[in-house]
């Protein structure tokens, strides 16, 4: 009897013993001096960063939206194709009065009122396209425009 007591003593301080030496570890922070920003940093040192998308206006571009301004009495002398306080003012001052956001600028819909928008003229399908202009309304085929009004359930 008792062999069997100590058997299930030996097992049960095993069985306690067991799980903590089985355990996986857990990350700490470390506890020397050195501080976790200082950890990243070192990190950040060894990768560059690749600077992503447009990061100025080019002079030429800066020429057209001011020459643009002048034309529309938003600034006055000439284009110098810098992107200073005085073209910033006007472009925030144009956008403000047409109800755009001011605070990023140029607003896609500022340059595209001061026509300035994208050039299409050079698009694969620009010249020579044999598109048809659709047929004014009094033209449409009966049938067909019967079709059009009984699918969408329009009555006339």
């Not at 560059?48 to 001011?66: C, F, K, M, N």
């Amino acid at each position: 009897m008792f062999s069997s007591h100590a058997s299930l003593a030996l097992l049960i301080s095993a069985a306690l013993l067991a799980p903590p030496a089985f355990a996986t570890n857990v990350h700490r922070a470390p506890t020397s001096g050195r501080s976790s920003s200082a950890h990243k940093s070192s990190h950040s040192k060894r990768r560059s960063r690749r600077v992503r998308g447009q990061q100025a206006i080019q002079p030429e571009r800066v020429t057209q939206i001011q020459q643009a301004l002048i034309r529309e009495h938003y600034m006055t002398g000439d284009a110098s194709g810098k992107w200073d306080a005085a073209t910033i003012a006007a472009m925030q001052k144009y956008q403000s009065d047409n109800g755009w956001q001011t605070k990023l600028t140029p607003d896609s819909r500022a340059l595209k009122k001061l026509g300035l928008g994208p050039d299409y003229s050079n698009a694969i399908n620009a010249t020579g396209s044999n598109f048809n202009a659709p047929l004014p309304a009094a033209d449409t085929p009966p049938t067909q425009a019967a079709g059009f009004t009984a699918a969408s359930g329009v009555h006339q």
